[in-house]
């Protein structure tokens, strides 16, 4: 790469970072939460359970039992690394706003007698599990009846009828879309970050975030939320321009380093005449390409090498070049309470370099607030507020 190729690539990824910075910093200091807990309950909330529970007492059959306050996935539909990570989600959002909130799937109403309705089930389920605290009743169920296609956002007495509105945008706009199409892990773990966010003003990775880390994270939940037909109107463009880069900087004449002439690129048959066995092998495996130059004039020769952004093969310790492959297997699978360990097999393509190593796999973090080692719910209760859907 020339100098001037050089001033011209640092100027384009100066602007990028620029841009990228201020972005970052300006969705980040905008969608900073005022007030993150503003109108939710504040104090002591007095509530009589006596109307809801004869409702519940000729409705409901069974109220199924907790075996965790966060997650009880009894239909099924969550597989570990999901249910452990809206677990962590809800921990941290107790952690940080004392908010008890509880996700718990279910087959269908049937399998525990209920002959009413999903909102007198959830309602006599939350006030059976004394589901939020005592005194402000700001606990959060979150019930998907997967076999009746229904959904329920119940929430506690101490909110308002005013978050009866916010938490249908949730079930409308989190849960729904992705329940339609049976996709019921991703609708929990996008509807879940959804409450979170109406419950507190933040997503749950922007609690401890910093004003620029919070500023790309919103910009990222808005990419995804436009869907993957939106995502590639984004992405279309900025590659574009990357790639109009790249090739301009590759392409553009150059001049002779000896005499100044002009220098002609050779064609993908005639640069190999001048490469080596290796540089051969790397142009095959596609880990690097190879541009040959020549002067017309003086014959002075330029090879250039481009390395390709997608390989999976890496330098070799032994020979430098681009043809060592990485092969892993995991020995002993990590767990909260130990580490794991992996091997890490080497072998180059082009000199027979082989050499193995084994690594520590970190624990499975888990959260280590306050939250972590609760087993009970704090006696709140519901008075039917609310929202509802189904698909």
């Known amino acids: 790469m020339t100098k001037h190729d050089m001033n011209f690539a640092l100027a384009i990824a100066f602007a990028v970072v620029v841009i990228g910075l201020g972005a970052g910093f300006l969705v980040g200091t905008l969608t900073r939460p005022a007030a993150p807990l503003a109108e939710l309950p504040a104090g002591p909330v007095s509530f009589s359970p006596d109307a809801v529970q004869s409702d519940a007492e000729r409705a409901v059959g069974t109220i199924p039992g907790y075996s965790d306050v966060y997650v009880n996935d009894y239909a099924d539909v969550l597989d ?8 962590d989600d809800l921990i941290l959002l107790y952690d940080q706003t004392g908010i008890e909130m509880t996700v718990l799937t279910i087959p ?7 002959r009413g309705t999903l909102e007198t089930f959830a309602t006599a389920l939350f006030n059976t599990w004394g589901i939020g605290n005592a005194d402000s009743n700001d606990g959060v169920l979150v019930l998907v009846s997967v076999g009746d296609r229904r959904i329920r956002i119940e929430i506690g007495a101490g909110y308002s009828r005013a978050w009866d509105e916010r938490m249908q945008r949730v079930v409308d706009e989190g849960f729904l879309p992705d329940f339609r199409d049976e996709a019921y ?6 509807g879940v970050d959804e409450t979170i966010f109406e419950l507190t003003g933040n997503y749950p990775d922007e609690f401890e975030a910093t004003t620029l880390e919070r500023g790309f994270g919103r910009i990222w ?3 995804q939320a436009l869907g993957q037909f939106a995502w590639g109107l984004i992405a279309a463009p900025v590659g574009a321009v990357v790639f109009a880069v790249r090739r301009h900087l590759r392409n553009r004449p150059r001049p002779c380093d000896v005499c100044g002439t002009t220098m002609l690129r050779a064609g993908e048959q005639a640069d190999d005449a001048h490469l080596d066995g290796g540089q051969r092998l790397e142009e095959y495996l596609r880990s690097v390409d190879y541009d040959v130059w020549h002067c017309p004039s003086c014959a002075h020769m330029l090879i250039q090498r481009y390395r390709s952004w997608f390989s ?10 681009r043809t060592l492959s990485t092969t892993a297997e995991v020995l002993q699978a990590a767990t909260k309470s130990s580490t794991g360990r992996k091997r890490l097999d080497y072998d180059c393509q082009n000199c027979g370099y082989h050499d193995s190593e084994v690594r520590t796999i970190p624990k499975v973090k888990s959260s280590g607030g306050s939250g972590s080692s609760r087993s009970s ?8 507020g609310g929202a509802s859907g189904s698909w």
């Open 377 to 384: 719910f704090g006696g709140g209760s519901s008075s039917g």
């Open 80 to 87: 570990d690394t999901a249910e452990g990570a809206v677990r």
């Open 185 to 190: 892990q991703a609708g929990i773990l996008t």
């Open 221 to 223: 939940h808005w990419i």
């Open 108 to 114: 269908d109403l049937a399998t525990y007698g209920h």
């Open 312 to 321: 999976g093969y890496s330098a070799c310790p032994q020979c430098s070049y």
